[in-house]
């Protein structure tokens, strides 16, 4: 198979590994120089060709050329414009290229190749309209062949031109087998009567070329060629096929951010204006997301809508609006954005038609209060998304649709709530709207009876607990591990957090902890209260005193007022440090120097065995001389 491909298109004998750099040049040269072409003229044509594709197809590693047929048709295409170029020292390259014009150019060259081979003279009017009848006989003849071989007999047979292709490939089988093709694309006929191409890439051209002229009657299979991987070349060529006419649709498939500024800068260009296909550039902007998720998309999306784009202009190749071509591709943030911009949200048929399967579901199984134990992994993945990203539009229209706002969302293994996982990541006009629909956050908590706030405090989004607070939250409510809303922003020290928390809450024997934190953070009303109840040792889950806290957070006036009035100075908490290690870590030298002079133990360990002087040397090396000074042993 290998000698035959080379011998159909006429290659040299180049192994059909993967060309490097160096290959593709030297292919190049020897392809060219076989035309009595001066060398050094060619390598300076190569090195300008390469460029160009280098710049026009994004192509940093050279990849394209790097393939054996490709740089093949590199050779034949620029044959003419290296040969020019030697002559006459002129540039003949256009500045810029894509796959498709490429292609295009290489099946050109073939048909003319093909009409030499038959000795036909082209000069005279009439034989150039037979020759051009002939062309679209035969490019007709391979789109058939293309469909056959490339797709199983299920794919055929659900086409409405079922019929006529598989008539149209036996013909031309026939005409082939009897040797009157010539044109060099299709190499042989398997056993079971397809036409194998040189290269599959042909076949997904020619069947591409069929679907720009097919797709009004075969919508079905349209829609099971586009957004599958296994059919993507097909997509991208019948994209620029569509739209090879419309030059800011060909720069919005190329991504090419200065051209598509530059053509809707030009009173002559309409953002709306639809290509052969009835795609809007926004159509293909939103395509383009299939390929890769990358910001450029959302730059070029959020260019065309600030430029008028119409957001509601159906296609004639999938019949979608951008906002059902979105949800198609889950690019949920621009279905976000299309809603915002007041999008039909009656095109979002994807998320309803599950919805509604729930539904209905649930009640064949008589379950209609449990709707979270029956949605679907793929509409939970959706509603977890836009719970996250603050999709407010996107998250009303699911509740609008008949999900509860009381369902359970599985976040990451634990069972929580929407109201949760809004708090979590701070969104606070999703917050107000989730409450605003009904949930009562003074009752609502996850499976660790965690409350909302608590997730607020913990990741320190002071506006959403403001606002849970206002709305009847539990400032000291704890989980099933004794942690509260206070406890946690105090260990991420979160500190305007633990301001805002204490403001809300009073002081009670029942609640040391929250005292605890308090003197901790300066508040004078808690020390005295610590002192009138006798409690100033009392230790919080976490094995601190309201004299540890204060050292900790370099609080030297508190600190000085705890221990005048008994604080011990050598009691131990987590991990069995003392005061003056948690100070000396911190660097707290003035309150190293008064807990030292209240009796602080310098040569004390915790359960791992570091000293004051060991932690304080992690971070402040002039503590160390501080602390020998005062007693402290290496």
Not at 31 to 37: G, T
Request: hydrophobic share 40%; charged share 20%.
């Amino acid at each position: 198979m290998n000698e035959e491909l080379q011998n159909t298109l006429k290659t040299l004998a180049f192994s059909f590994q993967p060309f490097n750099p160096d290959d593709q040049k030297n292919f190049l040269v020897r392809y060219w120089s076989q035309k009595h072409l001066n060398l050094t003229e060619i390598l300076q044509f190569i090195n300008s060709l390469l460029q160009l594709i280098e710049l026009s197809l994004k192509d940093k590693w050279r990849k394209f050329a790097g393939i054996p047929l490709q740089c093949r048709m590199l050779a034949d295409i620029f044959q003419e414009e290296v040969s020019h170029y030697c002559q006459t020292g002129e540039m003949r390259l256009p500045q810029s290229l894509n796959v498709l014009q490429l292609y295009d150019k290489f099946i050109d060259k073939k048909w003319k190749f093909y009409y030499k081979k038959l000795n036909v003279d082209g000069n005279t009017a009439m034989i150039q309209i037979l020759l051009q009848n002939q062309k679209l006989q035969l490019e007709q003849s391979h789109m058939i062949c293309a469909m056959v071989s490339y797709f199983d007999y299920e794919f055929i047979s659900n086409l409405n031109s079922s019929e006529d292709i598989v008539k149209g490939n036996q013909l031309f089988i026939d005409q082939f087998k009897s040797g009157q093709d010539k044109s060099g694309i299709i190499s042989h006929i398997t056993v079971d009567g397809k036409a194998l191409f040189v290269h599959r890439t042909f076949a997904e051209y020619f069947i591409a070329l069929w679907f720009s002229q097919n797709y009004e009657n075969e919508l079905t299979g349209i829609k099971n060629i586009y957004f599958n991987l296994n059919f993507e070349i097909i997509q991208k060529f019948l994209d620029r096929m569509l739209a090879q006419e419309f030059d800011l649709h060909t720069a919005v498939i190329n991504q090419n951010l200065p051209e598509i500024e530059y053509l809707l800068s030009e009173q002559e260009t309409g953002v709306n204006d639809e290509d052969e296909g009835g795609r809007t550039a926004l159509h293909l902007a939103i395509i383009n997301y299939f390929y890769d998720k990358i910001e450029i998309n959302d730059f070029i999306t959020n260019m065309l809508l600030k430029h008028g784009a119409d957001i509601n202009c159906e296609d004639k190749v999938l019949h979608y609006k951008p906002l059902r071509l979105a949800e198609e591709l889950k690019v949920w943030s621009l279905v976000e954005k299309l809603l915002e911009s007041q999008a039909d949200n009656r095109d979002l048929v994807w998320i309803r038609t599950n919805i509604g399967k729930q539904h209905l579901l649930q009640i064949e199984n008589d379950d209609i209060i449990n709707m979270e134990y029956h949605m679907s992994d793929a509409l939970h993945d959706v509603m977890h998304t836009a719970l996250m990203e603050g999709y407010i539009n996107l998250i009303g229209f699911i509740l609008k649709s008949g999900v509860s706002v009381q369902h359970c969302i599985n976040a990451y293994g634990i069972s929580t709530t929407m109201l949760h996982i809004a708090a979590e990541f701070g969104h606070l006009r999703l917050v107000q709207f989730i409450i605003e629909h009904g949930v009562d956050c003074s009752t609502c908590v996850d499976e660790y009876k965690r409350t909302p706030l608590m997730l607020a405090a913990e990741c320190d989004h002071i506006q959403v607990a403001e606002f849970l607070i206002n709305h009847a939250a539990p400032v000291t409510a704890k989980d099933v591990y004794g942690n509260s809303a206070l406890s946690l922003a105090v260990l991420e020290e979160n500190h305007e957090m633990v301001k805002l928390l204490l403001a809300n809450m009073s002081y009670n024997i029942d609640e040391k902890d929250v005292v605890i934190y308090a003197v901790g953070y300066g508040d004078m009303k808690a020390v005295t209260f610590l002192i009138e109840n006798n409690i100033i040792n009392s230790q919080n889950q976490h094995g601190n005193t309201a004299l540890i806290l204060a050292a900790c957070l370099g609080k030297i006036d508190i600190v000085e007022l705890l221990l005048q009035n008994g604080a011990d100075v050598q009691i131990t908490g987590q991990h069995k440090r003392t005061v003056l290690m948690h100070a000396a870590e911190r660097g707290h030298l003035q309150l190293v120097k008064l807990l030292i002079k209240h009796g602080a133990s310098v040569n004390a360990t915790d359960e791992d065995g570091y000293s004051a002087l060991s932690l304080a040397r992690r971070r402040y090396n002039h503590f160390a001389e501080l602390l020998l000074d005062l007693g402290a042993h290496e």
